[in-house]
């Protein structure tokens, strides 16, 4: 069983430059969530997608938009990429209909960001 | 709001010794607690995780951590740790039902040495 499948894994950019990360949830999940990970610091939240919306997000501008596909994938988007933007960017998936919470975000490996 | 603090960013221990993994939080809501492990270079793992019931959870690989309502704290233990310890710990808190939005600490480094 395939979990979360992240792709690029590494990617380097420059400043002022676009990016876009892809992202396969788990099988039987519909719900994907984005987080991002700066350098010695824990994932910071950014947005979750079910049913091709977005349905929550966290502290970050504009320039962070994403997309749910039909298959339940999901892009994140980032657009006039700035120094600060360079970290592991991780998504994370889980079934949207379970409120007990007994199934956990599942992690993928993440895509590594660098913008010089 | 919630929030989370992982007091010690690097824990150095020898091999075979007992660890504790020091992790407060704070939240206006029911909390639901959990703890991730991150390798080098791959993404987060769950160790264990706290919905209600015992206070005391038992996770995977030796793991186990205690939820303490009135000091808000649920801080990691393992009572003898091995070298594939060695990885970095995160706290984190989820925001009532809200199981898709998670409140990361900032890690704690565990660093097993021989």
């Known amino acids: 069983d395939a979990g979360v499948t992240q792709s690029p894994t590494h990617l380097i950019k420059t400043r002022g430059q676009q990016v876009t990360l892809r992202c396969s949830p788990k099988?039987?999940?519909?719900?994907v969530s984005w987080y991002q990970q700066a350098l010695g610091q824990g994932p910071q939240f950014i947005f979750q997608y079910y049913e091709e919306e977005e349905r929550q997000r966290g502290n970050f501008p504009d320039r962070f938009s994403g997309h749910q596909f039909p298959n339940y994938s999901s892009e994140l988007n980032v657009n006039a990429l700035l120094l600060g933007d360079s970290a592991l960017y991780l998504c994370a998936s889980r079934p949207r209909t379970d409120l007990s919470g007994a199934n956990v975000l599942t992690f993928g490996a993440g895509s590594r960001l660098t913008v010089l | 709001a919630q929030s989370v603090t992982q007091l010690d960013s690097q824990v150095p221990v020898f091999e075979e010794a007992p660890v504790e993994l020091r992790c407060n939080y704070s939240?206006?809501?029911?909390?639901?607690l959990f703890w991730y492990v991150q390798y080098p270079n791959q993404g987060l793992q769950l160790l264990l995780k706290y919905l209600s019931g015992s206070t005391l959870v038992k996770g995977i690989n030796g793991f186990e951590a205690e939820f303490n309502k009135s000091q808000t704290s649920f801080h990691l233990r393992k009572p003898s740790v091995h070298i594939s310890d060695t990885a970095e710990y995160f706290c984190a808190v989820s925001a009532g039902y809200n199981f898709n939005k998670f409140y990361f600490g900032s890690g704690t480094k565990l660093n097993v040495k021989p």
């Open positions: 099988s039987g999940h519909d719900t």
């Open positions: 939240s206006s809501v029911s909390v639901y």
